[in-house]
């Protein structure tokens, strides 16, 4: 495997039960781009698309991409065990400064929802949070941070996936929401 590179993979003779194997062979081709894999799935070069980022998700027939359930979640991870964020305020302040609504309606294109608890709500199991989830509340924020450890101001690095334009576009989102 490489980037940008393929993998084959043949039938095998010795499988146990030679029924259950529908293909001769498989070809996965990795094509980071979004678009030029929208390309190839609508020409019919492509038969399944792993991944399709929601800037493209409009242009297709829901009969032909059907609508996602919300069990992929975009989410920012904190290293809690130093600081500033070993301190509950600084990552609540966090938590309180972002706007989610601009990420679901911006580079999520309308195909996500505001967040309402860690997990999706159709996770087996899951139950709703035991109190109302944050929301973006900028004054709210810079009280809190006012309180936490982090009151002097902090600094924080934020690291993403810079080959998947969603995620860039809601990194720069949140780095506008903190920096506010």
């Known amino acids: 495997w490489s980037l940008d590179g393929q993998i084959d993979l043949a039938r095998n003779p010795h499988f146990y039960d030679p029924e259950r194997q529908m293909f001769e062979q498989v070809e996965i081709t990795v094509v980071p781009d979004d ?17 399709v980022g929601a800037p493209s998700a ?48 911006g580079p999520l294109a309308g195909f996500a929802s505001t967040p309402t608890g860690l997990l999706p709500p159709n996770l087996a199991h899951s139950v709703p949070p035991s109190g ?28 993403y996936d810079s080959a998947v334009v969603v995620d860039a576009q809601i990194a720069q989102i949140v780095q506008a929401n903190l920096a506010g």
């Open 35 to 51: 678009n030029e894999r929208a390309i190839l799935f609508q020409a019919g070069d492509a038969d399944i698309v792993e991944y």
């Open 58 to 105: 409009a242009q297709y027939d829901p009969a032909v991409l059907p609508e996602i359930p919300p069990g992929i979640i975009n989410h920012v991870s904190l290293n809690t065990t130093r600081a500033p964020f070993d301190d509950v305020e600084v990552r609540r302040a966090v938590a309180q400064a972002i706007d989610y609504g601009s990420i679901v309606d």
């Open 132 to 159: 109302p989830y944050f929301t973006t509340d900028a004054d709210e924020a810079q009280a809190t941070l006012a309180s936490s450890a982090g009151a002097g101001g902090l600094s924080a690095e934020i690291i």
